[in-house]
């Protein structure tokens, strides 16, 4: 009887080694990670799902304010595309500063309570915006495989300071929503690539019938230049007679025309090759040649530079285009800029020709002008398509009156 009492004991006492707050709590969490779940799951726009996602972490929480920020792996710098709170407007940061980038960084979620105090706090935001950030909890934003997409950041709890639990609870919010995140942002991805496509396709379209020459390069480096968010473009072209390469146009300052031997510098190293170059630090290659930027008090940074071949496969010159905004040109740029001077030579060449033919007009009609002997020529219908001087003063006519 004793004995079955002291084990009925241990029995009870077992059970109360575990307190039912923390079971509730465990409960409650994992039903609210399963409503995350299945909120976010139902999104398909990344604005949605980013905003749903905020909305959830702010209020579990209780803060007065949550930022998400996604990195761009491109520029290497986190961006803000969904605030809570009053901040509207997109912020950009490089993906190793701040709190936000030592998070990014590292990969480990920290909790700043004095966020003035902190060497790595950027407060620029907040003079900006009036706003005053008196906490932080912010969590590395990490898919199912452990590769880290931005960072999520809280501010300012409403009732209490920011603890523990409250990092593990906004962690378990972000990586149940990664998966939703991954796939919006694949669509969103897809969605930008099919706008940029048909953008492309419409641009080509207008610049293959631009038959007029200056126009026709002006035009080139302005749309090279917004096509890859660029500060400027030049399309120098060959002159065999030379062996020079020249600008037409330039973008940036007027700086009139611009020649170079066909084998100088980053244009002329692509013009021989017929290969590409990207260089994302222009003075430490030592093809660079810095003397433009002397001459002009402009700083190059990033170059890319793609040959102009004709339908032949030969080379008549290059596209040379600088500093992109935001960081260092891609690969992706790359190959959207060898497609446009695809179709730029083409263009370049009807041009080249519809210039050669215009330019024979005008020579032809300037020597029948000037011919002491009257010249009358005739279509196929008898009818007089041209008289020169010479044969409307002999005929006693105007040109209105036969033709």
């Known amino acids: 009887m004793g004995s079955g009492s002291t084990r009925d004991r241990k029995l009870k006492r077992r059970k ?50 949550g930022t998400l920020f996604l990195n761009d792996p491109d520029s290497n710098e986190l961006h803000s595309r969904v605030a809570k709170g009053q901040l509207t407007h997109e912020i950009r ?28 706090f950027n407060r620029t935001v907040d003079e900006q915006t009036g706003f005053k950030t008196e906490a932080i909890l912010c969590a590395p934003l990490r898919t199912v495989r452990g590769e880290i997409i931005g960072v999520t950041q809280i501010l300012n709890p ?13 962690e378990a919010i972000t990586t149940q929503a990664a998966v939703a995140l991954q796939s919006s942002q694949y669509v969103d991805r897809m969605e930008k690539l099919r706008k940029k496509e048909m953008e492309f396709l419409d641009l080509v379209a207008d610049i293959t019938s631009e038959l007029d020459l200056g126009p026709l390069l ?40 611009i020649r170079l031997p066909n084998t100088a510098g980053i244009a002329g190293a692509v013009f021989t ?7 994302p630090y222009a003075y430490a290659d030592l093809r660079f040649n810095p003397s433009f930027d002397k001459q002009t008090g402009y700083f190059t940074r990033s170059i890319l530079c793609v040959p102009v071949i004709n339908k032949d496969g030969k080379v008549i010159g290059v596209t040379q285009t600088l500093n992109k905004r935001g960081g260092p040109f891609t690969k992706q740029d790359e190959s959207r800029l060898k497609a446009f001077t695809a179709q730029v030579s083409i ?12 330019n024979m007009k005008e020579y032809s009609e300037g020597m029948l002008q000037s011919m002491s002997n009257g010249v009358i020529t005739i279509d196929g219908d008898q009818k007089i398509v041209t008289c020169n001087d010479a044969g409307l003063k002999i005929l006693g006519v105007s040109e209105s009156e036969i033709i």
Not at 348 to 358: G, M, P, S
């Open 158 to 170: 409403r009732n209490d300071r920011f603890k523990k639990d409250d990092l593990e609870m906004l």
């Open 218 to 257: 002006s035009r080139v480096m302005n749309e090279a230049t917004r096509m890859l968010q660029a500060d400027r473009s030049t399309l120098f072209l060959n002159d065999e007679k030379t062996g020079e390469l020249f600008s037409r146009v330039a973008m940036g300052d007027s700086i009139g025309e």
């Open 347 to 358: 263009a370049l060449e009807n041009a080249k020709l519809f210039e050669d033919i215009q």
């Open 93 to 120: 940061i490089l993906n190793n500063s701040g709190i936000a980038g030592a998070v990014f960084t590292s990969g480990k979620g920290e909790i700043i309570e004095n966020p003035y105090e902190d060497p790595r």
């Open 16 to 65: 109360g080694d575990i307190p039912t707050a923390s079971i509730d709590k465990n409960l409650s969490r994992a039903e609210m990670l399963l409503a995350v779940s299945h909120q976010v799951a139902a999104l398909d726009d990344l604005d949605e799902v980013l905003r749903a996602l905020i909305s959830i972490a702010t209020e579990k929480l209780d803060a007065e304010r």
């Open 273 to 279: 090759s017929g290969e590409s170059i990207h260089i």
